[in-house]
């Protein structure tokens, strides 16, 4: 049974540990003071259903991967493969956990903590359960009931830099609580404090802190598709190619308004806009970012930097 009590001692502990929440090292995103760390990959989505490891989209491409990897630069090489096509289908899921890799998951961990029935689980507490509407064809919108009590909803918080999250307790299997809804924890950590599963709203990937016979054992795994990590690890920066084509592309915005990216995988088209005053950077999809060419922290270049990869990566459907 899940308990809604909030632990401010186990929240605590986790806390502490995060202080420097997702400096760009990989394990940042899990608590410090364990002696290894796993990096799980979520999978990505063949046109038929099926789930497909990162390996797989990277050696499809021709693209080494490495525990370092980023998916979108596995998924779009800087030339066309010698298969002949690019690997085609859905990126990751971000934030979640497959159900498949969730049970899975639950099967390895339960043998490596001595409290199974004593777990912590911090929830993201943005994902909107409380204002999601259910829309039917000419009737008006109706409030889906919230799954989160609303003395939850008012309580206290698991805090860290940039997030909030509601906290439960429960059994290890109370990770699959909310699956009907696509979801699994942020975090959750037995009361032995010998694992700890991270993850964040924003990432294709989770991370597994634990002893180094649990990460042997999910780097061994034919399930999961898991890479040991250090502690400093970093996510790998964008390809040359890639860096060089955005790089035109901002020149291209900033003369000329306009800009053309041809990658493997599509053409991008980008255009930079006046609107009332305010600077916008609009992409082939119609999505607009409104620009501060006055910021005096980061000037109009980095800014169209920074856009023009995201709205890459959207345009081309790699996340």
């Not at 920066?237 to 800009?259: F, K, M, N």
């Amino acid at each position: 049974m899940v308990d809604w009590t909030f632990d401010a001692v186990e929240v605590g502990w986790m806390t502490e540990r995060l202080a420097k929440f997702w400096d760009r090292r990989l394990a940042a995103i899990a608590p410090t003071g364990f002696p290894a760390y796993g990096r799980i990959f979520h999978p990505a989505q063949a046109a038929d259903g099926t789930w497909v490891r990162w390996s797989t989209v990277a050696d499809h491409n021709g693209v080494p991967m490495t525990a370092t990897s980023d998916f979108f630069h596995l998924a779009l090489p800087a030339s066309v493969p010698t298969v002949g096509t690019v690997w085609t289908g859905d990126p990751p899921q971000i934030g979640t956990l497959e159900r498949h890799q969730a049970e899975h998951l639950i099967d390895v961990l339960v043998s490596h903590t001595s409290t199974p029935n004593a777990v912590t689980f911090a929830l993201w507490d943005g994902l909107g359960w409380d204002h999601a509407a259910l829309v039917r064809p000419g009737m008006p919108p109706a409030l889906v009931p919230d799954p989160i009590p609303p003395s939850v909803r008012r309580g206290p918080r698991m805090r860290i830099p940039g997030r909030d999250y509601i906290v439960y307790t429960g059994a290890i299997g109370d990770a699959l609580r909310w699956m009907r809804k696509h979801q699994t924890p942020h975090f959750w950590w037995p009361r032995d404090h010998a694992w700890v599963v991270a993850g964040d709203v924003d990432l294709p990937w989770s991370i597994v802190a634990g002893s180094p016979e649990l990460i042997d054992r999910l780097v061994q795994d034919t399930v999961l598709e898991v890479m040991r990590i250090s502690a400093a690890d970093v996510l790998d920066s964008e390809p040359e190619w890639l860096t060089r084509a955005v790089s035109q592309a901002v020149q291209d915005l900033i003369s000329d308004h306009a800009a053309v990216i041809a990658t493997s995988c599509g053409t991008v088209f980008l255009c930079l806009s006046n609107r009332g005053n305010e600077w916008w950077l609009v992409s082939g999809m119609g999505s607009m970012t409104r620009l501060s060419p006055d910021n005096p922290n980061r000037s109009l270049k980095e800014q169209l930097s920074s856009e023009a990869l995201t709205a890459l990566i959207a345009q081309l459907g790699l996340y």
